[in-house]
C-alpha cells in the first residue's frame, strides 16, 4: 500500500508563496505519474497539477498555470508544488495523488490519495 505524505500548507497573505511537498512511501517518485487536486468545502475536487514519471512533462489546470511549478527531486524522493502569487480563492485542501498507469497528464485518475493538507490565503 502507498503512502503519500504531504506537507508545506499554511496561512499566507494574498502575493505570497508555499511549497508544498509530497513523499511516496515504498516506491521512488520515478515509478508514479504524480498530481496535485485541491477542494474546498461545498465544491468539487479541482485539478491543480500533474507531472510525469520521468519528469520531462507537467500539466497544469487553467486557474493555476503561470503561478504554480510542479517538480520533483528523486535524491529526495519527493515532489513538490511551488505556489507563487497566491489568491484568495486559492484557499483550499490540497491532496497530493499518485499512480502507476503512465497515460497522459489530462487523465485524472489516481490510485493514491495523500490526507490533505491546508493552504488558506488572506486578503
Known amino acids: 500500500q502507498v503512502q503519500l505524505v504531504e506537507s508545506g500548507g499554511g496561512l499566507v497573505q494574498a502575493g505570497g508563496s508555499l511549497r508544498l511537498s509530497c513523499a511516496p512511501s515504498g516506491r521512488t517518485v520515478g515509478s508514479y505519474v504524480m498530481g496535485w487536486f485541491r477542494q474546498v468545502p461545498g465544491k468539487e475536487r479541482e485539478f491543480v497539477s500533474a507531472?510525469?514519471?520521468?519528469?520531462?512533462?507537467?500539466n497544469y489546470g487553467d486557474a493555476v498555470k503561470g503561478r504554480f511549478i510542479i517538480s520533483r527531486d528523486g535524491s529526495k524522493n519527493t515532489m513538490y508544488l511551488q505556489m507563487n502569487e497566491l489568491k484568495p480563492e486559492d484557499t483550499a485542501l490540497y491532496y497530493c495523488?499518485?499512480?502507476?498507469?503512465?497515460?497522459?497528464?489530462?487523465?485524472?485518475?489516481?490510485?493514491?490519495w495523500g490526507q490533505g493538507t491546508q493552504v488558506t490565503v488572506s486578503s
Open positions: 507531472i510525469s514519471k520521468s519528469g520531462s512533462s507537467t
Open positions: 495523488s499518485a499512480r502507476i498507469f503512465g497515460g497522459p497528464l489530462t487523465d485524472y485518475t489516481y490510485d493514491y
